[in-house]
């Protein structure tokens, strides 16, 4: 068969990505406390926007009533992100003009921290450099990636020798850090302890995989002992670190600010948005006694930048106006969960919520991105309240998450002599109304990080 090419006309409807569009996208998605270092880096950027220092403090709270956008603003989220069209972008795509991205504080890292120990240890510079080398290959729990004969090639030592830098570092602060496994870790923070001939230290060094499938009974009868004794040298290694890595941390504590706050009055709950910090931008009025004098290309520079800022500020107040609705129609679509808790929680996408506010299904899922509510019922993110559906036996239809919340009860509340099986929690839920398979329980069990019947026997 004779191959040819040909040239074909069609149409095509594409919406090309420009500078501000990607702008606009991203001051939707940011949370508020991301966009306030964003407003601000616009505020020194743009000589025509300003901050408006008049607004009572107080009143910066805002509730539902006051958040509707000004006159001239957008009047749907769908004329600025038409994403019906196919958007054609980069994966590393330029930032537009004056969007600046901030640059985190350098703090002293964990490898420091270690070999600031390593230096008051010792003198050796060899050691100290293969050390170093040993701190550089730990992963984020503290644990080794690479062997001794790594080692040993690298600085051209012998096996003891690499051994003792091994050693040097698997003595510094917290215990338990450069091992190699998880055993030769809690083994480590044991021998911190002074408790190396210790029961829990034999039953680690010789039954480390019978405890790890919580076989008491057969270590027991190894060693002679009573399943009592086992249980409670398995607690005691139950409270020592997995992780010691974490400890060294340098990162500063993640303390989430929602960005939105729902109050209960009077049986109505009130959505505000805590943006209190956010700044208030406004038009300078200084730039028009510039105007009269100002030459052809001080006339453009000004106009560019007064559309600049007049288009961000009417942004701003849409991105308020639209996550006060998506919130508004979350309550409504979930108020059984405000009212009686998780496990009242509804089936929810982000298609019904954005039929019932009249804006696109993506527009939602911007919304609702990395942003998070202050409830009575604890502190959320806008995504836990979506979820698949589940069918109960009279019909309706229940949250998956729901479900795995009942299912984290049901263990909870269980006898640890006799642990339900997947199929014994299946059934309870049947009992129940809801319709779920002992497959779909032992999905939503491991999604718990809830262990098997048989590893949850305690004797």
């Not at 911190?192 to 480390?208: G, K, P, Y």
């Not at 009974?217 to 009573?226: E, F, Y």
């Not at 559309?307 to 129609?329: C, G, H, P, Y």
Request: glycine content about 4%; aromatic content about 6%; overall charge negative.
């Amino acid at each position: 068969m004779e191959m040819k090419m040909r040239m074909v006309q069609g149409m095509h409807q594409k919406l090309v990505m420009t500078p501000r569009l990607q702008q606009a996208l991203k001051l939707l998605q940011l949370p508020t406390l991301e966009l306030e270092q964003v407003l601000k880096t616009e505020v020194q950027a743009n000589p025509l926007l300003e901050i408006d220092d008049d607004e009572d403090d107080d009143d910066r709270l805002t509730s539902e009533s006051t958040v509707e956008p000004q006159a001239g603003s957008l009047d749907n989220w769908d004329d600025v992100f038409n994403d019906g069209f196919e958007m054609q972008y980069q994966e590393k795509e330029e930032l537009p003009e004056d969007f600046v991205e901030r640059v985190p504080i350098s703090r002293q890292s964990a490898g420091d921290n270690l070999l600031r120990q390593i230096r008051m240890s010792t003198n050796d510079e060899e050691l100290m450099q293969m050390a170093d080398y040993i701190i550089g290959s730990l992963d984020d729990r503290g644990f080794l990636t690479i062997g001794l004969d790594e080692i040993q090639n690298v600085f051209r030592v012998n096996e003891r020798r690499a051994q003792e830098a091994l050693l040097l570092v698997q003595a510094l602060e917290p215990p338990g850090i450069a091992a190699r496994d998880l055993c030769e870790c809690l083994l480590l923070q044991l021998k911190a302890r002074n408790m190396e001939d210790s029961l829990v230290a034999t039953i680690l060094r010789d039954h480390f995989k019978e405890l790890m499938q919580r076989k008491y009974q057969d270590i027991a009868r190894k060693l002679k002992l009573t399943v009592e004794d086992i249980q409670e040298a398995a607690h005691f290694i139950g409270e020592l670190d997995p992780k010691p890595g974490l400890e060294l941390s340098s990162e500063d504590p993640h303390y989430i600010i929602p960005d939105l706050v729902v109050e209960e009055v009077d049986g109505e709950y009130i959505i505000a948005l805590n943006d209190r910090h956010l700044p208030r931008l406004r038009i300078a009025d200084n730039y028009k006694s510039y105007i009269p004098s100002a030459s052809k290309q001080t006339k453009d520079y000004i106009q560019g930048r007064l559309n600049q800022a007049q288009w961000l500020i009417r942004t701003v107040e849409q991105r308020r106006s639209t996550m006060v609705k998506v919130m508004a129609a979350i309550i409504e679509e979930q108020r059984d969960f405000f009212d009686r808790g998780p496990q009242a929680l509804r089936p929810l996408t982000l298609q019904q919520v954005a039929s019932k506010i009249g804006m696109h299904e993506s527009t939602v899922s911007r919304v609702t991105n990395n942003k998070s509510v202050q409830t009575p019922r604890g502190i959320f993110q806008l995504k836990y309240f979506f979820s698949s559906s589940l069918s109960t036996e009279d019909g309706e239809e229940v949250s998956a998450k729901a479900a795995k919340s009942r299912i984290q009860e049901i263990v909870s509340k269980e006898d640890r002599k006799k642990p339900l099986s997947d199929q014994k929690i299946a059934d309870i839920l049947r009992e129940e109304g809801l319709m779920i398979a002992r497959r779909t329980v032992a999905k939503y069990r491991e999604q718990l990080n809830i262990l098997p019947a048989r590893l949850r026997k305690e004797f």
